[in-house]
């Protein structure tokens, strides 16, 4: 009897022993904040870096002469240039203007209407696919119809911009609530939630992964509406970016063009990594995102 008592102490301070070794080794994988930031910094600078050599390389090969295909170094000092007068944050400030109002009205029909179709067969009966169709179409289909409508005017680019982002803030809603567990229903039902209160503590937090993505989906839907009518509609403004594209283009200045091409698109890589953060915040608080690779 003493035999096997030793042998099972023994035993058990060797699990125990190798749960703590595990342990110690997951805390010894953990690393500092600085080399975390580094490891999800580098690929990006090397995707630049990469894509401006190719860029170089295409300018170094004759295909198009200077003037229309400028090297990167030539873009950079105009984007310098632009920088340093009125114009290029005139522009913006217009853009991100016209941007966020659009944006954020269509954040709220695309919540309410998809809420609704969601939770009521009827609605999603008649008007379920129509919202499909309608995020399909392209944005510069819409925008005969506002010009009518609305005449060359900021409210014609407005309605193209909540006409394609609404219907994919919609649709992500639609495909939240529909992937709620039946069970979290039911168990929330018995604790009470009723009506609003069912859908603020239980449905929305368990539909909030695929709301941010039709969020994250609206916004670019938005932002390409924005670009067209900003090309389309260039009287109303003459600082706007997509302004700027149209006189640079009429102009022949490549550079200009193509320094303001890369503020828009630096734009949405800031816009992509505020969404980003927004998703890994909602992934660490379900607990599916791993600490020692944030």
Partial sequence: MASDTLTSSARS????????????????????????????????????????????????????????????????????????????????????????????????????????????????????????????????????????????????????????????????????????PPLLLRAGRNLGARGLNLYRYVIAPAALPAIVAGLKQGWAFSWRSLMAGELIVVGISQTSLGAQLTYSRELSDAPWLLSTMIVILVLGLVVDAAFGAADKAIRRRWGVLDQAGQ
């Fill in 13 to 180: 301070d060797a699990e125990i022993t190798g749960l703590d070794a595990l342990e110690i080794a997951g805390r010894e994988k953990e690393v500092s904040r600085g080399t975390r930031l580094w490891a999800a910094t580098w690929p990006k600078l090397a995707a630049l870096a990469i894509a401006i050599l190719a860029w170089q390389l295409v300018v170094w090969s004759g295909w198009k002469p200077p003037y229309s295909l400028p090297g990167p170094l030539v873009v950079g000092r105009e984007l310098l240039t632009q920088a340093q007068g009125p114009q290029l944050w005139e522009g913006l400030v217009t853009t991100l203007r016209r941007a966020a109002v659009g944006y954020v009205f269509s954040v709220a029909v695309g919540l309410l209407l998809g809420l609704a179709v969601a939770r009521s067969t009827v609605l999603r009966a008649a008007i379920g696919s129509m919202i499909t169709a309608l995020q399909t179409m392209p944005s510069i289909a819409w925008f005969p119809l506002a010009i009518l409508l609305f005449e060359l005017s900021e409210k014609a680019i407005f309605f193209v911009v909540v006409l394609g982002a609404a219907p994919s803030i919609a649709n992500g809603v639609i495909s939240g609530v529909d992937y709620v």
